[in-house]
């Protein structure tokens, strides 16, 4: 009797988490979550006509993304009828260690966000030391209450990114975007890999830089990171004015064929 009931615990605890991944599936629910980092409104129009489950917005890529106007957020979020809607919360590019000034900069910049109907917002915040900063984290997510947060690729910049985990972990965040502190994803799969295994289902890993449809199989096979950031953007010419050259934005079709890879 008494092994049977060992088995019967055991056997139970399978079942569950079997379970559920069968459910899923018989369910048709999405094993993926595709986030396109979004340089304004019609990229973000592209991602959502290309099948993205959301975006990130953000002004200024070129410095790694700031926090975009106020008319660009309203807009979007009045156009996305049925892609989440995140906004990156960056007062300036460099580095991110920030002073008081701009912390209340940013819980003004996560209001504007919540008043607006923004779905999550994303920051980071690290020490002069590379660690994350947990009081200045703690002031922005009690600022972004009920909102998804997102901890953004300030985590590349950690000095132990297991420790940073955890603390990001407990601090109470949703996902952490990352290359696994590489130039790209696909170069930071060795340590992206050991990250998705230490988070044990406590945290999502977003895998983001350098992900296109050339890599992105390989980057999940190789991970098991289930969630990624792309850009999938691409030169297109100016309607106005061809002599100022022509303007990056996401296409759909570029969407398409990267999610495709995961999802044909």
């Given at each position: 009797?008494?092994?049977?009931?060992?088995?019967?615990?055991?056997?139970?605890?399978?079942?569950?988490?079997?379970?559920?991944?069968?459910?899923q599936?018989?369910?048709?629910?999405?094993?993926?979550?595709?986030?396109?980092?979004?340089?304004?409104?019609?990229?973000?129009l592209?991602a959502?006509?290309?099948?993205?489950?959301?975006?990130?917005?953000?002004?200024?890529?070129?410095?790694?993304?700031?926090?975009?106007?106020?008319?660009?957020i309203?807009?979007?979020?009045?156009?996305?009828?049925?892609?989440?809607?995140?906004?990156?919360?960056?007062?300036?590019?460099?580095?991110?260690?920030?002073?008081?000034?701009?912390?209340?900069?940013?819980?003004?910049d996560?209001?504007?966000?919540?008043?607006?109907?923004?779905?999550g917002?994303?920051?980071?915040?690290?020490?002069?030391?590379?660690?994350?900063?947990?009081?200045?984290?703690?002031?922005?997510?009690?600022?972004?209450?009920?909102?998804?947060?997102?901890?953004h690729?300030a985590?590349?910049?950690?000095?132990?990114?297991?420790?940073?985990?955890?603390?990001?972990?407990?601090?109470?965040?949703?996902?952490?975007?990352t290359?696994?502190?590489?130039?790209?994803?696909?170069?930071?799969?060795?340590?992206?890999?050991?990250?998705?295994e230490r988070?044990?289902?406590?945290?999502?890993?977003?895998?983001?830089?350098g992900?296109?449809?050339?890599?992105?199989?390989?980057?999940?096979?190789e991970?098991?990171?289930?969630e990624?950031?792309?850009?999938?953007?691409?030169?297109?010419?100016?309607?106005?004015?061809?002599?100022?050259?022509?303007?990056?934005?996401?296409?759909?079709?570029?969407?398409?064929?990267?999610?495709?890879?995961?999802?044909?």
């Open positions: 009797m008494k092994n049977r009931a060992i088995y019967f615990i055991l056997h139970s605890d399978f079942t569950i988490f079997v379970g559920k991944s069968s459910q599936d018989m369910n048709g629910e999405k094993d993926f979550q595709f986030e396109i980092c979004a340089n304004g409104v019609e990229s973000c592209a959502q006509e290309g099948g993205a489950d959301r975006v990130e917005l953000c002004a200024a890529i070129p410095e790694g993304g700031t926090t975009p106007s106020f008319g660009e309203r807009q979007a979020r009045s156009l996305l009828t049925h892609t989440r809607l995140h906004v990156i919360i960056r007062p300036r590019g460099g580095n991110f260690v920030y002073s008081a000034a701009e912390l209340e900069r940013m819980e003004a996560i209001e504007m966000c919540r008043q607006l109907g923004a779905d917002v994303v920051f980071g915040c690290l020490t002069p030391e590379g660690e994350v900063d947990r009081a200045a984290c703690q002031r922005l997510i009690t600022a972004a209450q009920g909102m998804s947060v997102t901890f690729r985590f590349d910049r950690v000095k132990n990114p297991f420790a940073a985990m955890e603390d990001i972990i407990s601090l109470g965040f949703n996902r952490i975007l290359s696994g502190q590489q130039p790209t994803a696909e170069r930071g799969i060795p340590l992206l890999r050991e990250l998705q988070a044990l289902g406590r945290i999502t890993l977003l895998a983001g830089s992900v296109n449809e050339s890599n992105i199989a390989r980057i999940q096979r991970t098991g990171i289930r990624f950031h792309f850009s999938a953007r691409e030169a297109v010419p100016a309607d106005s004015d061809p002599m100022f050259g022509d303007i990056a934005r996401t296409t759909a079709e570029r969407v398409r064929n990267t999610i495709k890879q995961l999802k044909p």
